[in-house]
């Protein structure tokens, strides 16, 4: 074999190497691309009205237009605030409720009626009954984030209370622990996994009350930016809005799950967790 | 005969959860008409026996079975597509790498979005009629659909996998054999969340823009301080609801009974 064919093969298999070694992040990668490409393509050569669909480029500079004029980050402290103070209230409500009802029996009988019929309705189907008691201002987003996310919380806390593991209640027990400290050091930490799946669960619920109650009625945030925008035929401003909640909730789990990994980190094993 | 404490404690359960939940509807009726020191205006809050005479007046005179006829078209159209689409994609992508590599930034990224922030665009593309519920749903779904399938196929049992290959089956028989059957529970864990953000979908959509539905029918009441009315559809929803997930955990749990058998005998 010439000494250039060696070389180009080597060559050639080196990038086979490289290839097999990276694929997943390069086909995502090219699929991403070629969709973006074929968009813009379609959206510029007018096989589809960029009025309707937008294109990358157009989205992007809408984008660099809003951040510049301070529209795009009012937009999103409004859409903030109410998430975190739905999401916090949600927390100062679930997690102890969820550990009460979890740990007393009786309470649990008492309110499983109205968890479950609360669990059962989507809870956005509220949203014209909150807006009569709350109007349309940022009350009445707040109300609807804690609705959704203070049930997934709820549930997860209770059921992490119930699956303690009953070899380690025995054991306390049998060593003569109070009820107090049985569940400050076995129940406890025990549901800590659970309410942390709650908190990611809890996230998108909050995210989707954001979302649909400035959908619905609003006067700030970004969902009522991507509503305006919508019915007056910004597309390129919809994309900008849309994209701003799929970073937030990307943020938001990615920021849970380290969290996550933190209080984990006492644990011995590797335990499966549901 | 038992005592009534012996009745109490074999049915602590219902007896709390009844007493509990007629406590708080007389407390609800007694606000409206002023049983306790001060009165809610009906208006604003509704009462238990309003609700019930709406819901009857409702579907006595009938009214209400257009609004249930479009969400439920509109439900049935949505999910069945996404669960044809999100199987038939989740097989796919569970059993391919690389289609698993090609779909997944575009479902990590709808993931990501609740589906019904893309309602403005939607009703931009194809109109406040029944298509833009249909395509909500559609995509609602289709999500945890494609999820929870791929989780199926990527979790097959290895030492199955291993058995088959040894007998010589071809690679479409280990997929029919033991592959789809194995990703069955994960299909209907799919199906079960799916048909919650249907739901979600459905009402999102029918409030944002529409021209029927029960969605529809709780906007237009709760503008016009219909109170009741408002309730109603927020029951009918919770029901219809409730019952495609019990009738899915009932089907899951045949499944279920099924493959712990075969398990057993082999």
Redesign the interface.
């Known amino acids: 074999m010439s000494e250039e064919a060696w070389r180009a093969a080597e060559g050639a298999s080196r990038l086979r190497t490289f290839y097999a070694k990276h694929?997943?992040l390069l086909?995502?990668i090219?699929?991403?691309l070629v969709?973006l490409l074929g968009w813009e393509t379609a959206a510029r050569s007018g096989v589809v009205n960029p009025l309707?669909t937008s294109a990358p480029t157009r989205i992007v500079r809408a984008g660099y237009r809003l951040w510049a004029e301070g529209d795009l980050w009012r937009h999103i402290q409004v859409s903030g605030t109410e998430f975190l103070a739905g999401y916090l209230m949600a927390i100062g409500v679930a997690i102890p409720l969820g550990l009460a009802v979890g740990w007393y029996k009786?309470l649990y009988?008492?309110?499983?009626?109205?968890i479950d019929?609360l669990n059962?309705?989507?809870r956005?189907?509220?949203?014209?009954?909150i807006?009569?008691?709350f109007g349309i201002g940022i009350w009445s987003k707040i109300v609807v984030v804690f609705l959704g996310a203070v049930i997934p919380l709820l549930i997860n806390t209770f059921s992490g209370v119930k699956i303690t593991e009953v070899r380690f209640l025995k054991v306390a027990r049998s060593f003569g622990a109070s009820e107090l400290r049985i569940f400050w050091t076995v129940v406890l930490p025990g549901t800590v996994p659970f309410i942390f799946t709650g908190l990611k669960y809890a996230a998108?619920r909050a995210?989707?009350g954001v979302?649909?109650g400035e959908?619905?009625a609003a006067t700030a945030g970004i969902?009522y930016l991507?509503?305006v925008?919508?019915?007056s035929?910004q597309?390129d401003t919809?994309?900008v809005?849309?994209l701003s909640?799929?970073i937030a909730?990307?943020l938001s789990?990615e920021l849970l799950n380290r969290l996550e990994r933190r209080f984990d980190r006492w644990r011995p094993d590797a335990r499966s967790r549901p | 005969m038992p005592s009534a404490r012996g009745f109490y404690l074999e049915n602590e359960r219902a007896v709390l959860g009844m007493a509990t939940v007629a406590f708080v509807l007389v407390v609800w009726e007694g606000l409206t008409r002023g049983w306790w020191l001060w009165r809610i205006e009906p208006i604003f809050l509704s009462a238990p026996t309003a609700i019930a005479r709406t819901a009857v007046q409702l579907f006595a005179t009938g009214e209400i079975w257009a609004d249930l006829g479009v969400s439920g078209l509109e439900f049935l159209l949505g999910f069945v597509t996404a669960v044809v689409a999100g199987i038939a994609l989740g097989l796919a992508a569970g059993w391919h790498r690389q289609t698993a590599f090609a779909l997944g930034p575009f479902f990590s990224a709808l993931n990501a979005t609740p589906r019904v922030a893309l309602l403005p665009l939607i009703i931009m593309w194809v109109g406040i009629g029944i298509w833009s519920k249909v395509l909500v749903v559609f995509l609602g779904a289709v999500v945890p659909v494609y999820l929870n399938a791929v989780a199926g196929v990527r979790t097959a049992d290895p030492r199955l996998l291993t058995v088959a290959r040894s007998f010589g089956s071809s690679t479409p028989r280990v997929f029919w054999a033991v592959v789809l059957p194995g990703a069955v529970p994960f299909l209907l864990t799919g199906l079960r969340l799916g048909v919650g953000r249907a739901m979600v979908g459905i009402v999102v959509g029918e409030l944002y823009a529409a021209t029927a539905g029960v969605g529809f029918m709780i906007t237009v009441a709760g503008a016009t301080f219909q109170t009741d009315k408002v309730f109603v559809g927020v029951i009918l929803i919770a029901l219809a609801g409730g019952l495609m997930i019990e009738s899915l955990t009932r089907i899951e749990r045949r499944v279920e009974t099924w493959r712990v058998k075969v398990g057993a005998a082999a």
């Open positions: 694929d997943a086909i995502g090219g699929t991403v969709f309707f009786r009988f008492c309110l499983a009626p109205f019929a059962a309705v989507p956005v189907a509220l949203l014209p009954l807006v009569i008691w998108g995210l989707l979302v649909v959908l619905y969902g991507i509503t925008a919508g019915s035929f597309t919809v994309f809005g849309i909640i799929t909730g990307v789990v």
